[in-house]
Structure formats: structure tokens, C-alpha cells
């Protein structure tokens, strides 16, 4: 998961590696005086890339500018992500170069990247000038700093000992934290042969999370900016919301059928909530995710339908038909037509538990396409009902 | 070796005396696999269906297995590949979701210095259908076929295995190589051996976003001239960029790992991609294979 750049800033700090002073604004300024005289850079906090194109970045002249800056920043919406903080940054100087550490999956090891030419433009830059540098390492220390050392060779006499005293707190930081990418793009040169990490591409594994602390702490107190891995590290599931105006909350299990569903339901015109892989095989006869689910989707505004699709492998269908209508005894009060596809191991008497319950209002369909429909069919019906009731 | 594998081929299963390993060793054997015994730790008085070993090492001289199956837990995946590369295994199959990235790429490492080929980690596994099942593909979507299965993901690749068999089509074999980004056997790595594989008249890619996997395999194919037909399906064009879908290796970055650029890659290599399920198992059913 991409840490957002204050985040990965505060990994960097702890690293030893110098940032320009900032703050950071989840609303408006009230009487907070900014580091230095100026001038800033505001920076939209988001998890993707390409913000600068999307006006997710503005320079901050002088202080009096800064409540328009932010109102302006604060809940704009960037390839579908809100902002919810922005990061205000003195504004640094000086020729801009790239550095990177990150797991090469293809080649099976750790890619060291380093670039005298940063900025924007540079994941398109076919090469990185003859001082450029680019290896794949094995996953090792010695290895890293050696590297780091052939690096550092390409660099002017001024810069060496500043490029590879960073490189060695990148490497450093990158395997105590175990990521998977610390990319510094722009990395500020300083006429005094110090580098300056102007922004901060961390890529953390959420594999890693049970040993890692700090991580853990990033996303507990940033829970508000990182909703979706914060129900991950809380509830140990992924539910991930893909459009909060979407009108059919997801109950599915497996990451590639979900994904696919998602996809399925946009092509036909719906709009699905959320992304949802509940791993049912972790349930052990609990309907807590369910419940769990349901709470989400009962928040969600415009979820009007909700669709379960669960293809068992090895899940008993019967188990969880049981902890299905279970789940929705306890929630007396969420009553969403709920259209259930259930096929595989157990399906007919999970049908049977469905049907002995009529008064849940369920459809049990086992065919996909069919409960998609069946889904739309709903979807109509209700918004039908509410434009009368509107009346 | 994966395509060699049959019903004859000895295996064990490491921690096969756990929950999952003593209902999968069990399930794996009636489907035809040859369990000839597993690892794992013994409460005294504990009777087992199968042979338990002190290590991979003891069972390998005991049994000659030549593949192992692990089902242990994350954190103990690093140690069972090491255990198996140590006992001279061929093929290791670990299923666990979970493992850290960096524990993966030790992983790899052993294993290729060990001569073996890893399948996984976070997979289903692998089948010969009629023949030989590591791992837990559900028998609702397994036939004996012509098609050659590959997939990152598990339920989506059941989902179109029972539509396969629905049209009366079958595999010849189907290889979960998992939703992690670093992992044993990756598409590409497939790509050769499907080619030369005989029971094998089209191939079957079901990948999704992240990762540049897919791209990968686009160049190995097109280099071999894509030699039989070859079918794609690629899920996640909706999933939200810089946050992982629910797989490790699901993550959309920039260009990096996005939809349109796997659909280019595979198309210049003669791959017929397609977005919908339907559409899939319609197009593969209609060419006689």
C-alpha cells in the first residue's frame, strides 16, 4: 500500500533523511504560523500519482494566501480519491535528481535506481543519462551498500559523500521496514553537497504489519486518511470503497472474482459501493465480518442493493448461508434486498436455509449473470418505490 | 518437471498433521494424488492417516517424494522452502496468503540455487486434472482437457473452470501461480512449457492489475510466435489506484501495473483478450481445440 508523502516523510526523518520543513491541514489554518518566511508549496495528500497534473499542487506565495490554498485543496477529488489533508512544504530549490530503492519482483531482488535528471517526467525516461544507475541487488545489507558505493562513484566529488550517506539510510530504512518502494523524486541537490527529499513514494507491505510498529502506528493515528487499509488492519479483511455514491454494496469473497465482478457490474450500468474480499475460510463460524459488512453498508448513502456472491472451493455454503441469515437476525435493522449467489461446495442446503427464512426478503440465485440482473431488476424497483414515496 | 507431474508422482505434505493439512492430504489423495506421507509435529498418543516425518529430508529418503505440498502458516513458508530445497525436492507448492514480500524474495532465491521450482506463495495451487491435484482447485471446475490454466487469482479461476467444463472443455493443466507480487513460477516462466506441452491446445491467461507480470508473458509468447491460440482475462479495471485489492500484488502505481497495459501487451502477442466471463468461455468453446 502507497503511504501518503507526509507519511513516507516521517519514515525519512526517522532515517536521518532531510525534508523540507512543513505542516500538515486536515481543515483550515485557524492561527497556525508556517515554518519559515516563504514561499510554500501545498501539496494535495493522495494515494496516486500524477496529482500536479490534476491541480493537486499549488505554490503559497505568502501566509494570507494559505485559507483559499486549502479550501481549494481540502476535499478535491484526484483520480477518484478525496483529499482529506494537505501537506504544506517550504518550497526548495536546486537541480533535481531521482533515487529509489524497490522490490523487482520480476528479477526477484531489490532494484537500485538513481538519476541525475528527477522531476516529473522521469517513470518516461527511457535512460537516465550516462551517470544514471540501475542494478538489481539480492535482498542483503553488504550487497545494498556496495552497490550503494559503485552508485555514488558516478557523482561529482561535491555530491559523493551526501548521495551515498542517503543512499545508506534508504537502504538502511528500506529493509528495517521491509518495503517494497522508497522512491525520492525530486531529491534536491544543495549547493553545500546535501540532498533534500522533496517528495515520498513509500510503498509498504501490509504483510509485514504484525511485526511492524511504527507502520501500524502511521495507519492507526492517519485512520481517517487511510480508510481502506484501516479496515484491513483492524477487521483483518479487505473492504475497499470504490465509489461512495455507488449503489450495490459488495459481499464477496476471493480478490480476483471481486475484482471481476466490480467490473462486470460497471459494464452493465451499475454502480458497485465497494470491493470486498471477506475470506470466508477465516470465518470459523462467526457472522462477525458479516455484521462488520453490514454496518459499512448501512453507513454507505446511496447503497440501495446488496449483492453476495461466494463461489466455494471449500467453504461449506451451508455453514455460511446459516451465518448469512444469523447476521441479518442481528441487524433487525438493515433491510436491503439482498440478492445472494451462492454456487459450489454445500449450495443446495444453503438454498434450503435461504428459502426456510422468506421473511428476510433474500433471492438466492446460483447463476452470476442472472443474479446480476436480478440485482439491476432490484436496484429499479426500489428507486422506483423511493421516487413515489417521494412524491 | 510441473508438466510431468502425474498420479504416480510421490508427494508429501508439510504440516500435514495441522487442521488443513490432515482435511487437504486426505482430499488430495481421494482425487488421485499420490500421498505418500507429510511433516509436522506429533502429540503422543495422535494416530494419522498418512506417514509423519521429522523433516522434509527424513521423508524424502523414506518415500522418494519429489514434490511437496506446505500448508503452514505465513510466517512459516521461508522455513518449509527451505526445508524442502535442503531434502532435494523437485517441485514445492506453498499455498499461505500472507508471506512479506521480502520473506519471498529469500524464498526465490533458495529455491532457484536449489534447482526448485516453487509454485506460489498465496495459491490454490496446481492440477493434472485426472491425474494429480496440489493443493485445493475444487473438482466442480476440473475436467481433463486441452485447455493450459494460469491464474493469479483462485476464486476467479474456479469461476471460469466451471464455466470451461460446463461447455464440455476440460484442463490439461492448470497452474495457480498467486496473488503475490514476488513469487515462485510466474506467467512468463509457463509460457515455454505450454508451448511444448502436448496435451495442451490453447492456453488460458486469467491475471488482473498490478504487477507487470502479464506484459511479461506477452513478450515470451510473441517471441515463440505464439504458438497456439491464447485467451486472457484481466480483472480490475475498476480497482482504485495506490491501495492493494484484497491481493498483495493487486496494486495499481501511475501506468505502473494498469489494465490498459497488460490489454496492449497481450494483444500485440496474438492474445485474445477479453473483459467479461461470458465472452471468455463463449470464444473458447467455439473454436475446436
Redesign the interface.
Known amino acids: 500500500?502507497?503511504l501518503l508523502e507526509a507519511d513516507g516523510k516521517v519514515l525519512f526523518r526517522e532515517a536521518g533523511i532531510a525534508t523540507p520543513r512543513g505542516m500538515r491541514f486536515r481543515d483550515a489554518p485557524g492561527g497556525a504560523v508556517l515554518p519559515g518566511v516563504g514561499p510554500w508549496i501545498a501539496k494535495a495528500q493522495?494515494?496516486?500519482?500524477?496529482r500536479g497534473k490534476a491541480g493537486g499542487v499549488r505554490p503559497v506565495a505568502t501566509a494570507a494566501e494559505l485559507p483559499t490554498i486549502l479550501q481549494a485543496l481540502l476535499g478535491l477529488r484526484i483520480?477518484?480519491?478525496d483529499t482529506r489533508e494537505v501537506l504544506v512544504e517550504e518550497m526548495s530549490g536546486g537541480p533535481e535528481h531521482y533515487l529509489a530503492l524497490m522490490?523487482d519482483?520480476?528479477a526477484?531482488?531489490?532494484r537500485l535506481i538513481y538519476s541525475p535528471h528527477g522531476g516529473m517526467d522521469v517513470?518516461s525516461q527511457a535512460a537516465h543519462g550516462e551517470r544514471g544507475f540501475s542494478e538489481v541487488l539480492?535482498?542483503d545489507a553488504e550487497a545494498l551498500e556496495a552497490a550503494a558505493g559503485r552508485m555514488a562513484d558516478r557523482v561529482a566529488g561535491t555530491q559523493r559523500a551526501g548521495l551515498l550517506d542517503l543512499c545508506r539510510r534508504l537502504i538502511a530504512l528500506f529493509?528495517s521496514r521491509?518495503l517494497?518502494?522508497a522512491e525520492i523524486n525530486p531529491l534536491f541537490a544543495q549547493p553545500d553537497g546535501r540532498f533534500v527529499a522533496g517528495d515520498a513514494?513509500v510503498?509498504i507491505?501490509?504483510?509485514?504489519l504484525a511485526?511492524q510498529p511504527v507502520l501500524r502506528g502511521i495507519l492507526s493515528d492517519g485512520r481517517a486518511l487511510y480508510p481502506?487499509?484501516w479496515r484491513k488492519l483492524s477487521q483483518d479483511f479487505?473492504f475497499?470503497?470504490?465509489d461512495p455514491a455507488g449503489q450495490v454494496g459488495l459481499v464477496t469473497?476471493?480478490?480476483?472474482?471481486?475484482?471481476?465482478l466490480?467490473?462486470?457490474l460497471?459494464?452493465q450500468g451499475l454502480t458497485?459501493n465497494n470491493?470486498c474480499?471477506m475470506r470466508t475460510g477465516q470465518m470459523r463460524g462467526s457472522p462477525a465480518r458479516l455484521l462488520q459488512i453490514f454496518d459499512w453498508l448501512a453507513a454507505a448513502r446511496d447503497v440501495r442493493v446488496v449483492l453476495v456472491n461466494i463461489?466455494?472451493?471449500?467453504t461449506d455454503l451451508s455453514e455460511f448461508a446459516q451465518l448469512l441469515v444469523d447476521a441479518l437476525r442481528e441487524r433487525p435493522g438493515f433491510r436491503l434486498p439482498l440478492v445472494v449467489r451462492l454456487?459450489?461446495?454445500g449450495e443446495a442446503v444453503a438454498r434450503d436455509i435461504i428459502v426456510a427464512h422468506p421473511d428476510l426478503g433474500i433471492a438466492f440465485e446460483p447463476d452470476?449473470?442472472r443474479a446480476i440482473a436480478l440485482t439491476a431488476e432490484r436496484l429499479r424497483t426500489v428507486s422506483r418505490k423511493e421516487a413515489l414515496d417521494a412524491v | 518437471m510441473l508438466f510431468e507431474l502425474d498420479g504416480r508422482s510421490p508427494v508429501i505434505v508439510q504440516g500435514i498433521t495441522g487442521r488443513m493439512g490432515q482435511k487437504h492430504a486426505t482430499l488430495m489423495q481421494r482425487y488421485g494424488t499420490h500421498i505418500v506421507g507429510g511433516t509436522g509435529r506429533v502429540r503422543s498418543g495422535e494416530a494419522h492417516a498418512f506417514p509423519v516425518y521429522a523433516d522434509c529430508g527424513e521423508a524424502v529418503r523414506a518415500t522418494g517424494a519429489v514434490a511437496s505440498i506446505a500448508l503452514v502458516p505465513?510466517q512459516n513458508t521461508l522455513e518449509a522452502v527451505r526445508e524442502a530445497a535442503a531434502a532435494g525436492l523437485r517441485v514445492v507448492v506453498t499455498v499461505a496468503e500472507?508471506?512479506?514480500?521480502?520473506d519471498a524474495?529469500?524464498i526465490?532465491?533458495i529455491a532457484?540455487a536449489a534447482g526448485l521450482i516453487w509454485v506460489g506463495a498465496s495459491t490454490?495451487g496446481l492440477c493434472i486434472p485426472g491425474e494429480i491435484k496440489l493443493g485445493?482447485?475444487?473438482d466442480?471446475?476440473l475436467a481433463p482437457g486441452a485447455v493450459g490454466v494460469m491464474?493469479?487469482?483462485?476464486?476467479?479461476?474456479?469461476?471460469v473452470g466451471?464455466r470451461l467444463v460446463a461447455r464440455g472443455l476440460g484442463q490439461s493443466a492448470w497452474i495457480g501461480v498467486g496473488?503475490d507480487?514476488?513469487?515462485g513460477v510466474?506467467f512468463?516462466d509457463l509460457a515455454a512449457g505450454f508451448a511444448a506441452h502436448a496435451a495442451t491446445r490453447a492456453v488460458l491467461l486469467?491475471g488482473?492489475?498490478g504487477?507487470?507480470?502479464e506484459e511479461?508473458f506477452a513478450d515470451v509468447w510473441g517471441r515463440l510466435g505464439a504458438p497456439k491460440p491464447a485467451y486472457a482475462?484481466i480483472?480490475?479495471?475498476?480497482?482504485?489506484?495506490?491501495?492493494?485489492?484484497?491481493?498483495?500484488?493487486?496494486?495499481v502505481?501511475?501506468?505502473r501495473g494498469s489494465l490498459g497495459s497488460k490489454q496492449k501487451s497481450l494483444r500485440r502477442a496474438g492474445v485474445q483478450v477479453f473483459?467479461?466471463?461470458?465472452t471468455l468461455a463463449d470464444a473458447i468453446a467455439r473454436v475446436p481445440i
Open positions: 500500500m502507497l493522495v494515494p496516486v500519482g500524477g483520480k477518484g480519491c522490490v519482483a520480476a526477484g531482488g531489490v517513470e539480492p535482498l529493509l521491509q517494497m518502494l513514494k510503498v507491505d501490509m504483510n509485514t511485526a481502506d487499509a479487505d475497499v470503497e470504490i469473497t476471493g480478490a480476483g472474482l471481486s475484482m471481476m466490480i467490473d462486470e460497471v459494464a458497485p470491493f474480499d463461489f466455494a472451493g471449500i454456487v459450489g461446495n452470476l449473470e | 505465513p500472507g508471506v512479506p514480500v521480502h524474495l529469500h526465490r532465491a532457484r490454490p485445493f482447485l475444487p466442480v471446475s491464474s493469479k487469482s483462485g476464486t476467479l479461476s474456479y469461476e466451471r496473488g507480487p514476488v513469487k510466474r512468463a486469467i488482473e492489475i504487477g507487470d507480470e511479461e482475462l480483472a480490475g479495471a475498476q480497482a482504485k489506484e495506490g491501495v492493494t485489492m484484497g491481493h498483495a500484488g493487486a496494486l502505481l501511475g501506468e473483459d467479461t466471463l461470458e
